[in-house]
């Protein structure tokens, strides 16, 4: 059932008033964080939003009334987003979490925000980080796989992810069992970064068998997440997590993944954004090589940034 709001006089006035202090108290950055802690809010429809009323802080100041005239906006996710734009408590408390975590919140309005995730479609209004994110890291390939992978698969992924971080690519991947955490072994065996993109809050680690190897991402690189401090791995967040995996990496190498897993939609992920995508399945006899060409430019003020990678495997005959 949709609550309506009080018209009497004495509340329009109060209402107005609460309006006034929750637009005027935030500035642009915590504004995103805030529409970021509204749940079930995908990040195409925020977009949308965004786009229909112009700037975060018309957002954030429009009434259930003006929610509900943006075409696809139902009333019940009219009142779920005006109530959640009032809410300037949750975002301290927020904050608060970050801050003891040690983490930062980045937005789309902050420049340390990463660059590689503002070209693709739908960019998360905020980036939990805790570790770091560099300018070095817009060189990245994702490599991601099963979680259920053979001893096999697991050895030959964190051979590569060695080899990548030996040349100064970072190893972008999901912290999953299998061939992620191999992934990320690799790379910091090779003393290289490696970026770790979580379907929770950064209050948790999860898998919880992985902390250990966590912390050592965060001090080569960062673990990374969209979601608030305390939600939970659930799995309906990992899908609109692999597009982050892709939008950070210039392209996806794929090991022993599934018909219908979570490795595969990040590759095709990767293809929406014009990232490259790659399956490779390596006999027993074989070892994966690889050659790396890049042509590397970096932009000043308003200039464009441009580069391109090939990321090619090559089989031994």
Not at 102 to 113: A, E, F, K, M
Not at 170 to 195: E, M, N
Not at 296 to 308: F, I, T
Request: glycine share 6%.
């Amino acid at each position: 059932m949709i609550r309506e709001r009080c018209t009497c006089e004495s509340c329009t006035l109060w209402n107005f008033l609460e309006l006034w202090y929750v637009t005027s108290s935030m500035d642009d950055r915590e504004q995103f964080i805030l529409l970021n802690l509204i749940p079930d809010i995908g990040s195409l429809r925020m977009k949308q939003l965004l786009d229909a009323f112009g700037s975060a802080e018309a957002l954030v100041a429009a009434s259930e009334a003006q929610l509900r005239q943006v075409e696809g906006i139902a009333p019940s996710l009219a009142q779920r987003l005006a109530e959640g734009c009032r809410a300037p408590r949750r975002l301290d408390e927020e904050l608060h979490l970050a801050r003891q975590a040690g983490c930062v919140v980045l937005t789309q309005v902050d420049v340390s925000y990463p660059a590689p995730l503002r070209d693709i479609p739908d960019p998360p209004l905020a980036l939990y980080l805790k570790g770091t994110w560099t300018q070095a890291d817009r060189v990245a390939v994702a490599i991601v796989g099963s979680r259920h992978a053979s001893l096999y698969g697991q050895q030959t992924t964190e051979r590569l992810a060695y080899e990548l971080a030996l040349r100064g690519v970072t190893v972008v991947s999901g912290l999953a069992r299998g061939i992620d955490a191999a992934a990320h072994r690799g790379a910091l065996k090779a003393k290289g970064r490696t970026l770790a993109v979580l379907g929770n809050g950064l209050s948790q680690v999860y898998p919880p068998e992985h902390a250990e190897l966590a912390q050592e991402i965060v001090a080569h690189g960062a673990l990374i997440s969209e979601y608030p401090m305390r939600m939970a791995p659930l799995a309906r967040n990992f899908p609109p997590r692999n597009r982050l995996i892709s939008g950070l990496s210039l392209g996806v190498v794929v090991v022993e993944a599934a018909g219908r897993s979570g490795a595969l939609i990040t590759a095709d992920c990767a293809l929406e954004q014009a990232r490259e995508a790659t399956l490779r399945r390596w006999r027993q006899d074989e070892s994966p090589s690889f050659r790396l060409t890049s042509n590397w430019s970096w932009g000043r003020g308003n200039d464009e940034h441009k580069s391109s990678m090939a990321y090619q495997p090559l089989w031994y005959n």
